[in-house]
């Protein structure tokens, strides 16, 4: 199962994925396919691992927002 992150910007995308690299978290950034108000550019992170209050708190402490996540 996989945990999707939704970011405001490629920007944040960028940096969530270099800041879970640093413990060694497997992730990649992705365009939603479908973006709704509130959502900023569309971007979010699948992460390949389902520990979300973990990865969420890694983020946070870090500087990134999310706007939602989602297992799937």
């Known amino acids: 199962m ?3 992150i939704k970011v405001g910007s ?3 995308a960028q940096r969530a994925k270099s800041v879970l690299l ?3 978290i497997r992730s990649q950034v992705e365009r939603s ?3 709704n108000p ?4 569309g ?5 390949y691992e389902d520990d979300e209050k973990r ?8 500087g990134i927002n999310s706007l939602g996540a ?3």
């Open 55 to 62: 990865i969420i708190n890694i983020l946070k402490n870090n």
């Open 33 to 35: 396919e479908q973006i």
């Open 70 to 72: 989602e297992l799937k």
């Open 10 to 12: 490629i920007t944040n």
């Open 22 to 24: 640093k413990y060694s």
């Open 43 to 47: 971007y979010l992170i699948k992460v």
């Open 38 to 41: 509130g959502d900023g550019c």
């Open 2 to 4: 996989n945990l999707y």
